[in-house]
């Protein structure tokens, strides 16, 4: 069973004084907990953190709703990486789950972020799955404290780079101890998006 999505996609284009005269909107209440046991249902079979990205994710929308949300000042430098939680709804190649984030800029409560993954690989090595992913390649030489370097080989997906909340980042010890990426990693990264920007022209 699934919702009347046409109904709702013309609920939402009709003014606030005009909702109670729907007679649709008695069915919301029904649809809101069918939703929710479905929900239950698929993620009761995933991993424990994929259900905690959910749950802070219905949190953070809930409080935003009962405007019960404070204000969040911080400033992020350009290059600064944080680890982020995007969500974990599974709607076309949108990037879901926790993810490491890339900061190419902010504005009071938001900011503008590339996601970090790992590079595909294969029988065959490493590999980019398409244009749009840049490989961060580490500079040589000793890493500084305040230097964030991959793990393991990685790439930015110029493709994911979107506009979030600042309450979507997970305020883990990263977060804490203000880690930047290497010039190395956001130059490769501002190359790629000149590159795609250039074909969108053509």
Known sequence: ?????????????????CLNKCDS?????????????EYGNILNGEKVKYTS??????????KHEKEE????????SRGRVVLVNPGVSKIGREQRYMHYYIVLGEH??????????????????????NFFEVELI??????????YRCSKRSVADVRNICGLDKRRIVKNWLYEEKKYAPNEYTNSISKKIRETLAIIVK
């Not at 909107?25 to 046991?37: A, F, H, P, T």
């Open 53 to 62: 990205t959910w749950l802070l994710e219905k949190d953070i929308f809930i």
């Open 69 to 76: 949300i404070g204000k969040e000042e911080e400033v992020l």
């Open 138 to 147: 580490d500079p040589k030489g000793k890493k500084p404290f305040k230097e």
């Open 108 to 129: 009071k409560e938001t900011f503008i972020g590339v996601p970090i993954t790992n590079m595909a690989n294969n029988q065959n090595g490493y590999y980019l799955r």
């Open 1 to 17: 069973m699934y919702i009347n999505r046409d109904d709702y996609q013309k609920l939402s284009f009709k003014k606030p004084e």
């Open 25 to 37: 909107i008695d069915q919301i209440g029904n649809d809101v907990e069918m939703l929710m046991d």
